[in-house]
């Protein structure tokens, strides 16, 4: 197996990157989901409902769950609401733009799906994404799979194509990392019944008790017992757990770690199964595009605050920030695809104990002219081996512009070494200027070449950004008692998988809205 986005990535200490230096003010501003709305709903106080409203089935959460459901129902021709908080769906998939490009808030691009992702697949065809099928595989719009180069590594001076070191390696290195990719391609040809060892969406994954056990231990922990005791084999695992989770190795679940390498097995007819789609936005592309279609039963900028069966359906009281009302939505189902801390604020009785979240900060910085350095030459994700954010992706490396201009670098650091609280009151306190300097710190000292070229430094705070996939939650009890529906409440998020991606946030959007479905027609009869 190469080595590709999963890249070895050497941490400095978080405290002497997050102390940053005083430069001149900078333009930018400072984002994230919206704090006030949040803590209005963590405080409540809303007035009473003074209007009424009804539906079918009524969505909580607009992200890409939420969506998700909201694309199965109108298949169906159901009737539904979504309310949204923010005044955009999709959740940590958002991006913005400015006057150089697009570019994402979050999460920024999909692998290439398995082909038991078949939900995703059938979205990505109707999206234009799959453009046709040859052999029984996918055939995907290469405009719209990354193009080359994809990575660079700076390492010892140098850029590097890919995002592996091919010199100065230890024998102890290239023998654990070769052990390590050998115990991964075996868990990923595994099946057991014919169900994959470790599978996308997870539901569909083996349950088998030597594989459930792998959750009860974290990813280091299995490092140990393996006698896997590699600088770079560590460091690369930990960069690892840290792009998908915002966790440190020693609180992920070793479940959740293996999947991280052995769950990928993408299949595609004219493009390497490996490579993933992307676009200057990020998935923000595929949220918009799946919200365009329902854009007529979603109400952005409401604040739900109250779910409550009444008689045999459900009654919705939302608060709208605009005109400071709270309308009641009656409805015969509710689908919450909202995080699990925030559905336990909602409904009564609904439990968030062990389902805690990885603090990220995000950051669009516009430069004057792309980023250059001895070695290989630019690529869409760029890597630092020695800097403890996880680089930076291009966001104008999809364009067939040829000659090189102003860009915009989204740059990314999950705060994992810090406990999650701690990093949400940083976040509240440090300001904007502050996290400035430390994002134009970090990438100076990857690229000395971009000084005097950055122009402007968008932060984003993302407090709540994904599901920390701590050891014994992935096949714990919380987690699969939250996954099921108590009609006619029905639960819909990446959080009922144990890690945010793509996929599994659909996958749930999807099982949540066939199961209302189900749950409304029976009561038809």
Not at 429 to 445: G, N, T
Request: hydrophobic share 40%.
């Amino acid at each position: 197996m190469r080595l590709t986005r999963r890249t070895l990535i050497a941490g400095a200490a978080v405290a002497g990157l997050l102390d940053g230096c005083t430069h001149p003010a900078m333009a930018g501003e400072l984002g994230g989901a919206d704090l006030a709305r949040g803590h209005r709903l963590r405080d409540g106080g809303f007035p009473e409902p003074s209007s009424e409203q009804h539906t079918d089935i009524a969505i909580i959460g607009g992200g890409i769950a939420g969506l998700s459901a909201a694309w199965t129902l109108a298949d169906a021709g159901v009737a539904f609401r979504l309310l949204e908080l923010e005044d955009e769906t999709g959740g940590n998939a958002r991006g913005g733009r400015n006057s150089v490009s697009a570019y994402p808030l979050g999460a920024h691009y999909l692998p290439i799906p398995n082909p038991e992702a078949t939900r995703v697949i059938a979205l990505l065809e109707r999206l234009g994404i799959i453009t046709g099928w040859q052999d029984g595989k996918p055939v995907f719009d290469p405009y719209q799979v990354v193009s080359a180069p994809e990575e660079r590594l700076l390492r010892l001076g140098r850029w590097h194509e890919g995002l592996v070191p091919g010199t100065a390696l230890s024998p102890e290195d290239r023998r654990d990392i070769a052990a390590f990719f050998a115990a991964m391609k075996a868990f990923r040809d595994r099946r057991d019944d014919g169900r994959p060892a470790f599978a996308i969406p997870m539901a569909l994954s083996s349950t088998a008790d030597d594989l459930t056990a792998l959750d009860r231990i974290s990813m280091t922990q299995w490092l140990d017992r393996q006698g896997w005791r590699s600088r770079m084999l560590r460091d690369y695992i930990r960069y690892a757990c840290r792009d998908d989770y915002g966790t440190e190795p020693d609180q992920v679940s070793a479940w959740a770690g293996i999947h991280y390498f052995a769950s990928r097995r993408g299949a595609a007819a004219n493009v390497d199964g490996d490579l993933v789609l992307t676009w200057p936005e990020g998935n923000a592309h595929l949220a918009r595009a799946m919200a365009a279609r329902v854009r007529g039963s979603i109400e952005t900028g409401r604040i739900a605050w109250r779910v409550e069966r009444q008689g045999d359906g459900v009654v919705v009281d939302s608060h709208d920030v605009a005109s400071g009302h709270s309308t009641r939505l009656h409805a015969r189902a509710a689908i919450l695809a909202t995080p699990r801390f925030v559905t336990a604020r909602l409904v009564k009785g609904v439990d968030a104990t062990g389902f805690r979240y990885a603090p990220w900060i995000v950051a669009n910085v516009t430069v004057d002219r792309p980023p250059e350095g001895p070695g290989f030459d630019l690529a869409w994700d760029n890597v630092s081996a020695t800097s403890e954010s996880l680089g930076y992706v291009v966001a104008t490396h999809q364009s067939l512009a040829t000659a090189p201009g102003a860009t915009v670098l989204t740059w990314y650091m999950p705060l994992s070494r810090m406990t999650p609280a701690s990093a949400r009151r940083l976040m509240l306190e440090r300001p904007l200027a502050a996290w400035q300097d430390i994002v134009r710190d970090d990438l100076l000292a990857t690229n000395p070449d971009l000084d005097g070229a950055i122009r402007r430094i968008d932060v984003w705070r993302w407090g709540h950004a994904m599901i920390r996939p701590e050891p014994g939650f992935i096949w714990g009890d919380a987690r699969r008692h939250a996954a099921q529906p108590q009609p006619p409440l029905f639960f819909a998020h990446s959080d009922l998988s144990g890690f945010s991606i793509f996929e599994e946030a659909h996958h749930h959007g999807a099982e949540a809205a066939e199961q209302a479905l189900t749950s409304i027609r029976g009561s038809q009869v």
